[in-house]
Nanobody
Framework: VQLVESGGGLVQAGGSLRLACVAS????????MGWFRQAPGKERECVAD????????FYADSVKGRFTISRDYGKRTVYLDMKSLKREDAAVYLC???????????????????WGRGAEVTVSS
């Protein structure tokens, strides 16, 4: 399975960006897809997660009301729509897949088994 992110870039604070993650290969192994971010010197954190089947979602408190995760099952694509971006949102954003038997869902990076290379998001003041 391969995950490829796109859509990162430079945006002013208050602006919006849309990230996309295209999954190829045997994606039916995945029950969930997550968007993580990692800023320099910080731990990788899950900002949003979505189930492939029913579309149930999770958001980190820091992005609730500003970020929206969605998926297009037919296109094997997961999106992250980000609005009202803040400087603290700047990070490398990574797409990740989680299999159904990965254990309890705690949105920790260790429970996701497949990762994209990431898309950098820079937020200027």
């Amino acid at each position: 399975v391969q995950l490829v992110e796109s859509g990162g870039g430079l945006v002013q604070a208050g602006g919006s960006l849309r990230l996309a993650c295209v999954a190829s290969g045997h994606t039916f192994f995945f029950s969930n897809m997550g968007w993580f971010r990692q800023a320099p010197g910080k731990e990788r954190e899950c900002v949003a997660d979505i189930s492939w089947s029913g579309g149930s979602t999770f958001y980190a408190d820091s992005v609730k009301g500003r970020f929206t995760i969605s998926r297009d099952y037919g296109k094997r694509t997961v999106y992250l729509d980000m609005k009202s971006l803040k400087r603290e949102d700047a990070a490398v954003y990574l797409c990740a897949g989680r299999v159904a038997d990965a254990g309890a869902q705690n949105y920790q990076a260790a429970t996701y088994s497949c990762w994209g290379r990431g898309a950098e998001v820079t937020v200027s003041s």
